[in-house]
């Protein structure tokens, strides 16, 4: 018994498709280890300063871009400063979009939760900093722990960081409330044995669905304080920062592509078995 | 909307299809797109090694020397030894001097190793051993708790058991059979459940890829549909025709194919 492939792929493209021009909403269920990312940074008060790990390329974008539009977005609302850097060598594009795209919503009032925020202009250096790429992330993690200066004597616009107003007086992790890495592959978990292990920064992750069920040990010894696998996670995010954007609009898409692919499984395992008798009784 | 705006959009929502052709079968639409982007990935990294590492890191620092004193004159001398040891890489393309390459390379290693070595220990054995024990030795957790609960004593029972089921499964030295092929079969339950959990987050990957290029797609058509692009939507109207009779003339020729075969 044999089934083309290729109708499987065309299914779900006309399931997808289909939902996607579908216009409905699905819930969505907050985990305890999303709630626990949104809790911390929702507690930061104006003038803290976090760093954000943008450690993914276009190819997880679909994934891990909700999550830092949401956090980032919530930061900047909250007047709170924040440290960007990659360690993915295409990542650079991936913060510069969000910071742009984040500049502009940021300049309409808005009302997130209740709070109601005025809209106004974040300024390079004063309310952010971009320090931009580098290589090798073990090594990297390991100097910024000591210095952020000992990696990134400039930031990603050529700007030297002694001259950077947000800098001034921040030296290492030590002026970081928390540390919340966006990554796709291992970065993650030199996070977790560099940042963590080393300096003992608070980390959280959001990761890609591929890697969410390889963080949750992680999650369990406290080695992380929060997680958001793929984009439930983001989307469970979004509801938490009351900002709903492709990921909670992808939820419902994942709804009925999920089914038709358990339909697939079942009748699959129902072919595998048919064909097994078939052959016995032959 | 901006022209360049509109032609970006215009251009992504083309590769996006040429990629999916790829899924019928490999073509020249999904070579071009496959090509293009491994060719714009190195040709974009090769250009922020220089302006992201190479030049601040390495000819900033040297900045207060003079390149015809190759530098010796720089108060930060010792950025020339990594500079040295970078340089000295590049005696791989010589099969005559390629060992030369060998001596940055064991340096890095040495480095890497014993970094690596005693965190890597303490973040991802002793600390997951630690994790996997300490919910079974404190009394409270027992009570109180939901099974459910990842930090409640039954359930961690169940994961120190499993974790120890699990590596059983991998041990050879001793036949599975009588009681250890009970303790291997419940280590492939737990490996299956794992394996599970991580085909059930790849899927839900998968789809969230899928999904964000069909939402790509819808900001391509409203980019399009509006503002005054009547030429260039012309244009790709026509690209995008004839990828479509050739999607159909391929569609036809499968079934034509298939025919052919059952008849003989």
Redesign the interface.
Same mark, same amino acid.
């Given at each position: 018994m044999s089934f083309d492939r290729?109708w499987v792929?065309l299914s779900? !493209?006309i399931v997808?498709?289909g939902t996607?021009l579908w216009d409905f909403s699905v819930p969505i269920t907050i985990s305890e280890e999303a709630r626990s990312i949104y809790d911390e940074v929702a507690a930061l008060k104006e003038g803290d300063m976090i760093y954000m790990s943008v450690d993914y390329d276009p /190819?997880a $974008? !679909?994934?891990l871009h909700p999550t830092t539009y949401a956090l980032a977005e919530l930061c900047f609302r909250k007047k709170v400063k924040v440290i960007f850097g990659t360690l993915s /060598?295409?990542g %650079?594009g991936m913060v510069d979009q969000v910071l742009h795209d984040i500049s502009d919503s940021l300049r309409d009032t808005a009302t997130y939760n209740g709070v109601f925020y005025e809209g106004r202009e974040i300024v390079n250096g004063v309310d952010y900093v971009f320090l931009?790429?580098? @290589?090798y992330p073990?090594?990297v993690i %390991?100097a910024m722990g000591l210095d952020f200066r000992v @990696?990134? @004597?400039?930031d990603?616009y *050529?700007t030297p960081i002694d001259s950077i107003p947000i800098m001034q007086g921040t030296k290492n992790f030590d002026q970081c409330k928390l540390v919340v890495d966006m990554a796709a592959g291992n970065v993650a978990?030199m996070w =977790?044995?560099?940042g963590?292990?080393?300096y003992g920064v608070p980390l959280a992750l959001a990761v890609? &669905?591929?890697?969410? !069920? +390889?963080m949750? @040990?992680y999650l369990?010894? &406290?080695?992380i304080f929060g997680l958001a696998? *793929? $984009?439930?996670g983001a989307a469970q995010l979004e509801k938490l920062c009351d900002n709903p954007g492709?990921a909670m +609009? &992808?939820m419902r898409?994942?709804l009925f592509?999920?089914i038709l =692919?358990i339909l697939f499984i079942i009748m699959g395992n129902i072919g595998f078995l048919a064909t097994r008798k078939l052959n016995k009784l032959k | 909307m901006e022209w360049s705006t509109f032609l970006w959009t215009t251009l992504g929502a083309f590769l996006t299809l040429c990629t999916f052709s790829f899924l019928y079968k490999d073509n020249p639409f999904y070579k071009f797109a496959e090509h293009l982007v491994v060719g714009v990935s190195a040709g974009y990294f090769a250009l922020v090694l220089w302006h992201q590492i190479l030049i601040p890191n390495l000819f900033a620092r040297l900045n207060d020397g003079d390149w015809y004193f190759l530098w010796l004159n720089s108060a930060q001398l010792w950025y020339l030894i990594p500079a040295a040891l970078g340089v000295m890489m590049w005696t791989r393309f010589s099969k005559k001097k390629s060992w030369i390459s060998r001596w940055p390379i064991a340096l890095y290693m040495g480095i890497a190793a014993g970094m690596a070595v005693p965190r890597e220990m303490h973040a991802r054995v002793i600390e997951q051993l630690h994790s996997a024990m300490r919910g079974i030795i404190d009394w409270n957790n027992f009570f109180g708790s939901s099974v459910f609960d990842t930090t409640s004593g039954i359930a961690s029972i169940i994961i120190f058991l499993g974790t120890l089921a699990a590596l059983f499964y991998f041990f050879f030295s001793k036949e599975h059979s009588g009681v250890f092929k009970g303790i291997s079969s419940f280590g492939i339950w737990i490996l299956m459940i794992g394996f599970g959990a991580s085909f059930g987050y790849t899927v839900m990957g998968r789809i969230s890829l899928f999904v964000q290029r069909i939402q790509v797609l819808d900001d391509w058509t409203a980019v399009s549909w509006q503002g005054d692009h009547g030429g260039f939507v012309f244009f790709w109207f026509l690209v995008f025709g004839v990828f479509i009779v050739w999607a159909v003339f391929e569609i036809v020729k499968y079934f034509k194919n298939k025919g052919t075969t059952a008849e003989s």
């Open positions: 290729r792929f779900l !493209a997808c498709v996607y /190819n $974008l !679909a994934e /060598n295409l %650079q931009g790429y580098k @290589p073990a090594m %390991q @990696p990134f @004597p400039t990603y *050529g978990e =977790i044995t560099y963590h292990g080393n890609t &669905g591929v890697m969410g !069920a +390889d949750y @040990p369990r010894s &406290g080695q696998a *793929g $984009l439930l492709r +609009d &992808g898409i994942q592509a999920h =692919i | -």
